[in-house]
């Protein structure tokens, strides 16, 4: 028997707190993501569709347990067990009553913030506290009334945004009283209701954009699917996992010179003919072959499941197409270095669709692929190199993996233990130099995975070779290996290193020759090695370049995200802002055709200074308080940017730099750099989080 009924998100909640409503043995345990319960607020709020509920009622509990919250029980209770909303249900009562969730075996605390002025929802963090927010926590909100809220912000009620915070609190509020369908299922047997469950969840990811867009197409082309799958089975048996999405996104720059597979829905698009999109896929497939084969033969990733993003292929695709299967050698050249540079500097983390647009548009300039390197520069700076400390950090999945086999394979590197060559033939695996048993006594597998398991202590070995080296410590294995296969994987040959006191020291060597192979390869693409820095000051004036463009990007992320499109008036400095207006108002005088383009908080901090950016995060220093630690860090931020600056303003003005400056200015770098990478790294896990797709809930 099937019934069913509306039920307000606060009863479903309540239902949970009182262990009202359980889940069934079948069901898995919570595992959502952050940023998938900021969109579902977002969605609630907007008043978006939010699905249906599945529960089961029987007299016959069979084994059971509560949601994934704390301190939430089932004893001497016949309740419903929850089939389909698990995920979206925890979540709500996790934010309403503030209790942590229980992943696996830990407690994970989650909140929500909502910013009063952009009507955004984020996952609380460091930068939405502080002097003037106007973030608001929701489990503040649910757990504490609206009034608690109004005075956190220090809301005066005859402020002119105060009615509007109030209708937006009122809103925020009345997302308990969403309602949800429940179906009810009674008087069925564990089988059949499992069988029900199975049926369900077999494919119920969330629809994206590809999703809809496939969905178009196939509307109109019958055996579409059968033909793309058939497609990806093909690379997959080259060691290439890749989506639908990507080949959707290819056949759409083919047809209109735009990426967003959204483009096929929409009712311009709507008419293609069937002949068009068959035609265009006969290309794309064409084209991705070429470009797959570039990235084999040309470029040595071998390896193909070692390709850190498939978005490079989509470029490499559609300037196969544009400009034949027949370029010239330098042509090729040119192709590799952007290849290269795209995947070390994570060219489509991030705002990737952004990317992908622009690379797009740039394959329609006269010189597409100096177009794309500018496109990449103008967020990295010019001519970056790589340098030992760019490397810290970086694991077996990153770029810098990636580019460690890259420089390996240029050197016609092979296995260390075997001396079988290493490439696309082989099943490789990664060894550890300092094995973690040798390291365990001094450092925690868990704790100090980023130092145990980082490049550095990697090199590639053939599945032949696998556990050759065992639990023994380098110094005791090492010195039986040949020299030229440890040279030619760049292993510190100083057997001083191979010790387990020298572990952190051997690190730092080993991440110093990778890093001069990876900029020695990159140097020998360009089509002019002698514009490359090769001086210490030429050296760390591209870094001090490099900074500047970081420093740009993370102010207009975090400035953005607090205020949207009130950011430039309500977070810049008036005198900032004075003095960018000034420059903007300059360059005008003599390039009146770009009149209407510097519009966006983007686009004017494009005509700051370098000391602009310092007063800025100073001024909104909370918002930047997980990047650059406590206001009780300003001081030494000064300092160091002060450092920066001052060589900054004498390379500009080739003036000389005494040594006491000098040294000022490379202990800035590397403070500040470290610190960039901190928000390189919560850029690379929010996007983790972003690109894995909603579970079944």
């Keep these: 028997m099937i019934s069913s009924q509306d039920k307000e998100i606060q009863a479903l909640v309540s239902d949970i707190k009182e262990g009202k409503l359980l889940l069934p043995e079948m069901q898995r345990g919570y595992v959502w993501k952050s940023i998938q319960v900021r969109d579902l607020f977002d969605s609630l709020y907007h008043n ?258 070692m390709l850190t993003t498939n978005y490079v292929l989509v470029p490499l695709a559609a300037y196969f197409d544009r400009f034949g299967d027949a370029p010239t050698p330098e042509q090729l050249r040119q192709l590799q270095r952007w290849v290269y540079m795209a995947l070390l500097w994570n060219r489509y983390s991030g705002a990737s669709e952004t990317g992908l647009e622009q690379d797009v548009a740039a394959l329609k300039q006269e010189q597409p692929i100096q177009a794309m390197v500018r496109n990449l520069e103008d967020k990295i700076g010019v001519r970056r190199l790589v340098t030992e400390r760019d490397l810290q950090g970086q694991r077996k999945n990153s770029s810098a993996m990636l580019m460690a086999y890259v420089v390996a394979r240029h050197n016609d590197a092979t296995d260390l233990f075997t001396g079988m060559a290493l490439d696309g033939s082989q099943n490789m695996e990664f060894q550890h130099i300092f094995p973690k048993t040798v390291l365990r006594g001094r450092y925690s597998s868990r704790k100090d995975s980023l130092i145990i398991d980082q490049v550095a202590n990697l090199v590639f070995i053939t599945n032949s070779a696998a556990a050759r080296a065992g639990h023994r410590a380098p110094e005791k294995y090492l010195p039986e290996l040949d020299a030229g296969r440890l040279r030619t994987q760049h292993v510190p040959l100083d057997p001083a290193l191979w010790s387990i006191d020298s572990f952190e020291q051997f690190l730092v060597q080993r991440r110093t020759l990778l890093a001069e192979a990876i900029n020695k390869l990159l140097i020998l693409l360009t089509e002019d090695p002698a514009l490359w820095p090769t001086s210490d000051k030429q050296i760390m004036e591209s870094r001090v370049d490099a900074l500047e463009h970081q420093f740009r990007d993370l102010i207009n992320d975090r400035l953005s995200e607090d205020r949207g499109e009130q950011a430039w008036e309500q977070r810049v400095p008036k005198d900032v802002q004075n003095a960018i207006r000034g420059r903007i108002e300059q360059r005008l005088q003599s390039r009146p055709q770009e009149a209407g383009q510097y519009e966006t908080l983007e686009s004017r901090l494009r005509f700051c200074q370098f000391s602009d950016y310092p007063k800025m995060v100073r001024v909104n220093w909370s918002l930047f308080e997980d990047i650059f630690g406590k206001p009780s860090a300003q001081p030494l931020f000064e300092q160091h940017a002060k450092a920066v600056i001052t060589a900054r303003n004498a390379f500009k003005h080739n003036n000389e730099l005494s040594r006491s400056d000098l040294a000022s200015a490379e202990a800035g770098l590397i403070w500040l750099e470290e610190r960039m990478q901190v928000y390189q790294l919560l850029q690379n896990n929010e996007d983790i989080e972003e690109d894995t797709e909603a579970a079944p809930a």
């Design 48 to 305: 978006y569709p939010s699905g249906q509920l599945l529960v089961w009622e029987t007299e016959d509990l069979p084994h059971s347990r509560a949601t994934s919250l704390g301190g939430v029980t089932a004893e001497g209770r016949h309740p419903q067990l929850l089939l389909d909303g698990q995920q979206r249900l925890t979540s709500l009562a996790a934010v309403m009553l503030g209790t942590p969730l229980q992943v696996r075996d830990f407690n994970k605390p989650i909140d929500i913030v909502f910013n009063l002025l952009t009507e955004q929802f984020a996952v609380a963090g460091v930068q939405h506290r502080g002097e003037g927010s106007r973030w608001i926590s929701l489990t503040k909100l649910y757990t504490k009334g609206a009034m608690s809220v109004i005075m956190d912000i220090k809301l005066d009620p005859s402020d002119p945004e105060a009615q509007q915070i109030f209708e937006r609190l009122t809103r925020l509020d009345n997302i308990k009283r969403y309602k949800y369908r429940v179906i009810v299922i009674e008087k069925l047997s564990y089988n059949e209701v499992t069988h029900i469950f199975v049926r369900i969840n077999s494919g119920g990811t969330t629809l994206n954009t590809a999703d809809l867009a496939l969905a178009q197409i196939s509307s109109r082309w019958r055996g579409v699917t059968q033909e793309l799958d058939a497609y990806l089975q093909k690379v997959a048996q080259r060691g290439l996992e890749m989506d639908v999405g990507i080949l959707l996104r290819a056949m759409a720059v083919f047809l209109t010179g735009q990426s967003s597979p959204s483009l096929f829905f929409r009712r311009e698009r709507q008419d293609i003919s069937v002949d068009e999109l068959k035609a265009v896929w006969e290309r794309v497939k064409h084209s991705l072959d070429r470009a797959i084969s570039f990235i084999v033969s040309n470029c040595l990733i071998d390896q193909l499941g």
